[in-house]
């Protein structure tokens, strides 16, 4: 066998063998992942535009289940705008209390240098690698026990989302924490609606929130995208003027 032919063959076995080749099918795997993610929120999507109760069998387009139904639409339905109302109650005041907190601990530990550092900056990652669950069922037991005076409820709801958000610095609804802090369905969120209707006899009502809900943080991230993209620009701008205008 000749090199030249050799050598397809010795490239294969190569891309076997070695663990540490360059990745070749990454993409293809990405592509799938993002594929899987999206078809069952694009299927919840499309089937709260369908005209009846049906969530598998397509029967016609169809707003009813966002204002036309009298009883079962999200704008009719006084349980689903509680819920929206509720999500959004929580939302605002996680944002407004973790952003400042949370941008404020990344600014200190970024100056601090001195002892003690290491263990804060691993303190505020500690929700990264702790159980959701673990954390809600802790926060649980201290505000029905030592913490008393706060309760279960909307209150500590919000202390457990900004709690967990402090890291993120944004959240829009955590289903584990806001579902173990509820203290009944007054406290009741969208991630709890839906939880909950899908155990019994799930609606097209409940896609319909599910995708305003996500339309709503969609927006708000590309709104997000674009003032974060037209202030780098502009401080950009800002940093060539001032340089072309000192003296060489």
Known sequence: MSA????????????????WARPRFLWVIGIAYVVWTL???LTAALFSFNSTRSISLWAGFSTRWYVGDPNESVLHDPDLRHAVLQSLKLATGAVLLAVPIG?????????????????????????????????AVSLFLLFVNPFRFVGLGTSAQLLGLVLLAIPYAVTLDDFVM????????????????????????????????????????????????????????????GLTSEREALPV
């Open 4 to 19: 030249r032919a050799a050598e397809p063959e010795r490239k294969f076995r190569d891309l076997l063998t070695n663990p």
């Open 39 to 41: 078809v069952p929120v």
């Open 103 to 135: 941008v404020g601990f990344g600014l200190a530990l970024d100056k601090w240098r001195g002892r003690g550092s290491g263990s804060s900056n691993f303190v505020m990652m500690f929700s990264f690698i702790t159980p959701e669950l673990i954390m």
């Open 178 to 237: 806001v579902e173990q802090l509820a203290k009944d369905g007054s406290n009741e969120t969208v991630a709890m609606a839906i939880y909950g209707a899908a155990r019994t006899a799930p609606s097209p009502a409940v896609n319909a929130i599910g995708t305003l809900m996500l339309l709503t943080s969609t927006v708000v991230i590309v709104l997000a995208f674009l003032v974060f993209r037209r202030s780098a620009r502009r401080s950009g701008t």
